[in-house]
């Protein structure tokens, strides 16, 4: 059998009246055990999860920044990486660090086989909420974009990346639009958006048109070349369709390569996921 690990847990929490004290956990950080800062030899010494279902949260806060909340992970797992370098343990970094409305419990103690199977474990016991029903299968972008992060975290890399961009960062002030992910390997960013073929190509239309903006403002304020993609449904899932959902696909594609966008499908992703492991070098 197995010898298992001795780790410890905190939850995360979302406290939006910290007054009335109620809260809604909404992730996990594990460790193992015997030291504040993760072992630099074992890059999984230390991990941490949030939900990807944020219902309750926004059923106790409707005002909730998802966004923001959604950001944080991939800053507590950038603070847990260099926690090795950091003169003050890393715990009390992110408890100086979080505000109110986020806040850490005390530590509990566990024992692990393995910590990714731990991992789920907690957050099915502390986090997702009980399936009471079948849930509601995602279509359209919604289901690409999780099939997108679900590749990039198979490949370890979705905390690494940037989350939910702001295009106003690069156009002008107002521009709603934000981009789902990105990351910068060197010289590039690379940053990626879901984008739904199947019902209509307003979101298409929408990326084409950003793009030379896009473009212009990231070598502006970044000093780099933007390399932007578009992930699309494949096109046999229209092709039992009618002509003119045919047309809307190719139009949409069409429109986005014209501006210089690279477009793949869902069939691409574990290469692109695997083309960001490798320069990300994880």
Same mark, same amino acid.
């Given at each position: ?55 309750? @949260? ?100 979705? =905390? ?13 002030? =107002? ?88 477009? @793949? ?18």
């Amino acid at each position: 059998m197995r010898e298992r690990v001795q780790c410890e847990f905190f939850l995360i929490r979302y406290v939006p009246d910290v007054v009335k004290g109620e809260f809604v956990n909404i992730g996990v950080l594990l460790r193992e055990a015997g030291g504040d800062a993760p072992n630099p030899e074992k890059l999984d010494s230390a991990v941490v999860r949030f939900t990807r279902d944020w219902s309750r @949260v926004k059923c106790m806060d409707a005002d909730a920044d998802i966004g923001l909340l959604e950001g944080l992970e991939g800053e507590i797992g950038a603070r847990l990486r260099m926690g090795a370098s950091d003169t003050k343990p890393v715990m009390q970094v992110l408890e100086d660090t979080l505000s109110n409305s986020v806040q850490i419990t005390p530590v509990r103690a566990c024992l692990a086989e393995s910590m990714p199977a731990e991992l789920e474990q907690l957050m099915r016991m502390y986090v997702e909420p009980l399936k009471v029903k079948a849930e509601r299968k995602k279509t359209g972008r919604a289901a690409i974009a999780g099939a997108m992060r679900t590749e990039f975290e198979r490949a370890g890399v979705w =905390g690494l990346m940037r989350k939910r961009i702001a295009a106003s960062l690069y156009t002008r002030a =107002g521009d709603p639009m934000k981009i789902d992910c990105g990351y910068r390997p060197n010289g590039v960013i690379r940053m990626f958006q879901a984008i739904s073929l199947e019902g209509d190509v307003e979101g298409a239309k929408g990326l084409a048109y950003s793009a030379p903006q896009l473009r212009e403002g990231v070598e502006r304020v970044e000093s780099a070349r933007l390399e932007l993609t578009a992930v699309v449904e494949p096109l046999r899932s229209v092709s039992d369709a009618e002509d003119e959902a045919m047309e809307r696909y190719r139009f949409g594609v069409e429109a986005m390569e014209r501006q210089e966008i690279r477009v @793949v499908t869902l069939s691409d992703l574990a290469r692109v996921a695997e083309t960001a492991r490798m320069e990300l070098r994880v």
